[in-house]
């Protein structure tokens, strides 16, 4: 970094991580930010959506899918999620088509893809944008066809508990040029180099964020992105190691992917057939074990911003609401031994035969 001088921000390594993950979906091309929440906050810049406009967007989702219309003064309308993905339900996404609609905003939930083949014809028959929230799924794909190359852009993140991690870090992909110009301009202060001043020098075109990342970030994604396979392959292994045992339990429902649906389980999240006592229990149970599971998701319109901003209250999506009543993450990494997913179904099973 000291011998690089200047060029410690967008330097040579973030051009060929972007080209990388460009590459790797199958879009032309990918923007980088520090992380997935700005990439989304840019993609609103982008398009030029705003006061005015609406969003469809799950609340089966991190918060920051449907903060990102708030960032830009649009307005993000709930649609309740299906049963099979836990992705958006495109019947529902009808329903809340208005005049105002710019885009729908689907989530791919834990590394597996959602119905977004017939989210792309609803989006197209409406004239409106898709906007694929990829965060947890870079990798997986529907018949060999990569998520986030279905929309006219994507989002993946790169932070922590991802399948690849730079520490904290997204990008968007395109095929618009247009938009890819954009971008590029909104995350380093609106400066463009493709609009130089007259000395030559790259100008201020329009205001911009600092939402760069910097050459040892994406030295670090480079290197990530070389073993993404790989480690996609340690955790599908491990998932079908918990699958074939965790089914065993007749209380319990273990992710099952759609036909030509490839999932690459950032999350093993099951289902609970009780209720979310039930649920509340077996999460509680397992950390008197030591097992850290999670609930991945509590519903975005429940929470105090969205239920005071809106007006929300809980049985406004009642399929969401349902499914994140029952939803439990349990631990699962490529480097899992079997001793400890012995652990984590036995503790399981003890639980319901208790």
């Not at 073993?227 to 292994?237: F, N, V």
């Not at 631990?331 to 099973?349: D, F, G, H, Q, R």
Request: glycine share 8%; aromatic share 10%.
């Amino acid at each position: 970094m000291i011998k690089r001088g200047t060029y410690w921000t967008i330097g040579p390594e973030v051009e060929e991580f972007e080209r990388i993950v460009a590459e790797y979906v199958g879009m032309r091309y990918c923007v980088s930010f520090n992380s997935g929440t700005s990439a989304l906050h840019a993609i609103m810049l982008a398009y030029n959506i705003g006061p005015g406009d609406e969003v469809i967007v799950p609340s089966f989702t991190f918060i920051a899918t449907a903060n990102a219309p708030l960032f830009v003064g649009a307005k993000p309308v709930f649609a309740d999620i299906e049963d099979s993905t836990f992705g958006l339900d495109p019947e529902d996404v009808k329903r809340k088509i208005t005049k105002r609609t710019r885009a729908i905003m689907p989530i791919h939930y834990g590394g597996l893809p959602c119905r977004i083949r017939e989210l792309k014809e609803i989006a197209e028959d409406h004239k409106i944008l898709l906007i694929e929230d990829a965060a947890e799924s870079l990798g997986a794909s529907i018949d060999h066809r990569k998520v986030g190359s279905f929309g006219d852009a994507a989002m993946f993140s790169f932070c922590g508990n991802k399948v690849i991690t730079t520490g904290e870090g997204g990008v968007i992909v395109t095929n618009s040029r247009e938009i890819y110009k954009r971008l590029k301009m909104i995350r380093s202060h609106g400066r463009s180099e493709f609009h130089p001043s007259t000395d030559g020098s790259m100008d201020y075109v329009i205001l911009g964020y600092n939402w760069r990342v910097s050459s040892i970030i994406a030295a670090l994604g480079i290197s990530q992105m070389r073993k993404i396979d790989r480690i996609i392959e340690m955790r599908r292994e491990k998932a079908e190691y918990m699958t074939r045992n965790l089914s065993e339990i007749d209380m319990i429902e273990t992710p099952n992917a759609p036909n030509g649906y490839f999932h690459i389980y950032q999350m093993y999240t099951i289902r609970v057939k009780g209720d979310k006592e039930m649920r509340d229990a077996l999460k509680n149970y397992l950390a008197e074990k030591n097992i850290t599971s999670k609930i991945y998701f509590k519903p975005v319109h429940l929470t105090r911003l969205y239920m005071e901003k809106f007006g929300l209250r809980r049985g406004y999506l009642p399929v969401t609401e349902s499914i994140s009543d029952r939803v439990l993450t349990l631990p699962l990494y490529p480097t899992m031994t079997v001793k400890e997913m012995e652990y984590i179904v036995k503790s399981v099973k003890e639980f319901f035969e208790g």
